[in-house]
């Protein structure tokens, strides 16, 4: 369990809040739940409704559709970031690696967090670019 200093350092270092403002951050990073997940647990399937994203604090969390591996996310990555924007159903299951520790922000938390302050979502659509670009590379090598 994070104090609360630790998780207002840990979350201004997370890519996609890289651009708010200290006060914010103490808003944003006081309403985030901290869960707890063990190894090779499922966060979410592909196919469920999606209305939240996560942020690694600790352990790696793997997103895969299937046995087809296409991402890692280790500490202060964040993942599910496209369910909370179209409200369609995950496009890939989340599974930790081993003994994780997230945080979770709601689509209605992250609204407000663009309402304040619109360079999230251009953060958050920067970083969705570079992953599908990533996995575009990845198809592309095999």
């Given at each position: 369990?994070?104090?609360?200093?630790?998780?207002?350092?840990?979350?201004?270092?997370?890519?996609?809040?890289?651009?708010?403002?200290?006060?914010?951050?103490?808003?944003?990073?006081?309403?985030?739940?901290?869960?707890?997940?063990?190894?090779?647990?499922?966060?979410?399937?592909?196919?469920?409704?999606?209305?939240?994203?996560?942020?690694?604090?600790?352990?790696?969390?793997?997103?895969?559709i299937?046995k087809q591996?296409?991402?890692?996310?280790?500490?202060?990555?964040?993942?599910?970031?496209?369910?909370?924007?179209?409200?369609q159903?995950?496009?890939?299951?989340?599974?930790?690696?081993?003994?994780?520790e997230?945080?979770?922000?709601?689509?209605e938390?992250?609204y407000?967090a663009?309402?304040e302050?619109?360079?999230?979502?251009?953060?958050?659509?920067?970083?969705?670019?570079?992953?599908?670009?990533?996995?575009?590379?990845?198809?592309?090598?095999t």
């Amino acid at each position: 369990m994070l104090t609360t200093v630790e998780r207002l350092l840990f979350v201004r270092r997370v890519p996609i809040f890289k651009e708010l403002r200290d006060d914010f951050i103490v808003r944003l990073a006081s309403v985030m739940d901290e869960l707890s997940f063990p190894g090779n647990y499922t966060i979410f399937n592909e196919g469920d409704e999606g209305r939240s994203l996560y942020i690694v604090v600790s352990g790696k969390v793997k997103v895969h559709i299937g046995k087809q591996q296409l991402a890692i996310f280790p500490k202060g990555e964040s993942f599910g970031e496209m369910a909370v924007f179209d409200a369609q159903p995950r496009s890939a299951s989340a599974t930790t690696l081993e003994a994780c520790e997230c945080l979770e922000l709601t689509q209605e938390q992250l609204y407000e967090a663009i309402d304040e302050t619109p360079e999230i979502a251009v953060n958050i659509i920067g970083i969705l670019s570079r992953r599908i670009r990533e996995l575009n590379d990845k198809m592309n090598a095999t």
